[in-house]
């Protein structure tokens, strides 16, 4: 049967889409490499090639791409050391709002999720998106029971982008292990691909959201949206819509105010992580919004639900171990948790340098006072300076493989404490962190994170 004229234009829409991703895909593959020869020419011939430059033009190459490679190169921007400083800071400059995709085209991609008859199953639908990001974008819609909800749609084809931009991933990591030899950095390319793929499957998302629906239930100062799953997909996830603000509106606000926005922060990041295993690996500032009433903030509204990891019970035992084995000098327990964390060959100059890190980490948890998360530090160089001497030491030994387990725990903590400082929050952390663990053992997490995951059809970690 022919087509219905009034669908050519879509369809015609999509074809043109299509062809565009895949002329802009061969482009940037093309300039990240010229990028990577470039800097390999130079080591060859022994041209001290100008970082700063070099990583202007990398992300010059990535500017003009919307897609997930930008929320790659964003990603790698905010854990600290997995790029050159350069690198990190051309990068996070980069914007991942992706141009929206019209009504018409909407409306196709719904139709293929929901069926023709999609616009009847909500009682409203905005044509207009509220939020367009990297892999997707969302719509304010009305269930027909009267619901808010935020209906998040997935942009066509993404699963073959993701794997080209994985690729490209590839180009980019390599050119750091050459700049760097003593960071090996592959199993931290892995670990980003495994969460990237991931974040495709919306159905795994809506399980993440009913997760911490369920772990963060005696927590009110956290709010969880319920899921719809009649309206949701493999490619469209309906989520009851929160109310809130953003947390930068409160920036100026009295220190009580501040502190009780970050306060909610911690319990929504560390409580799921202390008790069940598991983290929110983006505590980006847009993943959340302060909910009110009469105008006071009494917590925070978690949003997203993409970037989550699942961690074994022992990895939560080897973090708690090495928090207790910094506060008591007990080394034994020191080289113990950084063997649970995944590291090899752990010398005493390579345990020396690993502690500079954790020292930094933990240092406000095992500081019983009132402070902020580090004085003096921009949120955009928090944890530079402790990357940068960590780099240093293991120059004399190197390379170091980095744990795959390592990237999303280190990655969340840093952008937990940028929170920390854009609210300028002063709080007590190490006393929040020993409610966190109260009465923790890595058998009462291994329980919780069954029982949890199993309710919710989630599989345990490996």
């Known amino acids: 049967m022919a087509d219905d004229p009034k669908?050519?234009?879509?369809?015609?829409?999509?074809?043109?889409?299509?062809?565009?991703?895949?002329?802009?895909?061969?482009?940037?593959?093309?300039?990240?490499g010229g990028v990577a020869a470039k800097i390999a020419s130079q080591r060859l011939l022994g041209v001290r090639g100008k970082r700063a430059d070099n990583a202007a033009s990398l992300a010059a190459v990535l500017g003009g791409l919307k897609g997930p490679l930008m929320k790659v190169a964003q990603l790698l921007s905010t854990?600290?050391?997995?790029?050159?400083?350069?690198y990190a800071s051309e990068l996070s400059k980069l914007q991942s709002e992706a141009p929206p995709m019209g009504w018409p085209f909407v409306k196709r991609r719904m139709a293929a999720e929901l069926g023709a008859d999609w616009e009847a199953r909500f009682g409203s639908f905005s044509k207009t998106p509220a939020a367009a990001a990297s892999l997707g974008q969302v719509h304010r819609a009305k269930t027909l029971d009267g619901m808010e909800v935020a209906a998040k749609l997935q942009y066509p084809d993404m699963q073959s982008a993701v794997e080209a931009d994985l690729k490209q991933l590839g180009v980019l990591m390599g050119i750091y292990r050459r700049m760097s030899p003593e960071l090996d950095t592959r199993e931290i390319q892995e670990e980003i691909g495994a969460r990237l793929r991931e974040e495709l499957d919306y159905r795994r998302e809506a399980k993440h959201a009913a997760l911490y629906k369920v772990?963060?239930?005696?927590?009110?100062?956290?709010?969880?949206?319920?899921?719809?799953?009649?309206?949701?997909?493999?490619?469209?996830?309906?989520l009851e819509w929160l109310e809130g603000q953003k947390l930068l509106t409160y920036k100026e606000r009295e220190l009580e105010t501040r502190n009780r926005i970050a306060k909610a922060m911690f319990q929504a990041w560390w409580l799921p992580f202390a008790r069940h295993g598991v983290i929110h690996g983006d505590p980006h500032l847009g993943n959340y919004t302060a909910f009110e009433r009469g105008g006071e903030p009494l917590g925070i509204n978690l949003l997203d639900y993409g970037c989550i990891r699942i961690f074994p019970p022992r990895f939560v035992g080897g973090v708690v171990d090495l928090y207790r084995g910094l506060r008591e000098n007990d080394e034994a327990?020191?080289?113990?948790?950084?063997?649970?964390?995944?590291?090899?060959?752990?010398?005493?100059?390579?345990?020396?340098?690993?502690?500079?890190?954790?020292?930094?980490?933990?240092?406000?948890?095992?500081d019983d006072r009132t402070r902020t998360?580090?004085?003096?530090?921009?949120?955009?160089?928090?944890?530079r300076k402790e990357a940068g001497r960590v780099k240093q030491a293991i120059r004399a030994f190197g390379p170091v493989t980095v744990p795959r387990e390592f990237v999303f725990?280190?990655?969340?903590?840093?952008?937990?404490?940028?929170?920390?400082?854009?609210?300028?929050?002063?709080?007590?952390?190490?006393?929040?962190f020993e409610e966190a663990i109260r009465d923790f053992s890595v058998e009462k997490v291994a329980v919780r994170q069954a029982v949890a995951l199993e309710g919710v059809g989630l599989a345990a970690a490996a």
Do not use: C
């Open 7 to 32: 669908d050519s234009a879509p369809k015609d829409q999509e074809r043109n889409r299509f062809s565009a991703r895949a002329s802009r895909y061969a482009r940037v593959g093309a300039n990240v």
């Open 79 to 86: 854990i600290p050391d997995a790029l050159p400083p350069e």
């Open 215 to 238: 772990m963060l239930s005696d927590t009110p100062e956290v709010r969880v949206p319920e899921v719809r799953p009649e309206l949701s997909t493999g490619r469209l996830l309906t």
């Open 333 to 366: 327990r020191v080289v113990s948790a950084y063997e649970v964390w995944g590291f090899k060959g752990l010398s005493k100059p390579m345990i020396e340098a690993l502690n500079i890190w954790a020292r930094f980490i933990y240092g406000p948890l095992m």
């Open 373 to 383: 998360i580090a004085d003096g530090v921009a949120p955009a160089q928090y944890g």
């Open 409 to 432: 725990m280190d990655r969340a903590a840093i952008g937990l404490g940028g929170v920390f400082l854009h609210l300028r929050a002063e709080m007590n952390f190490h006393r929040l």
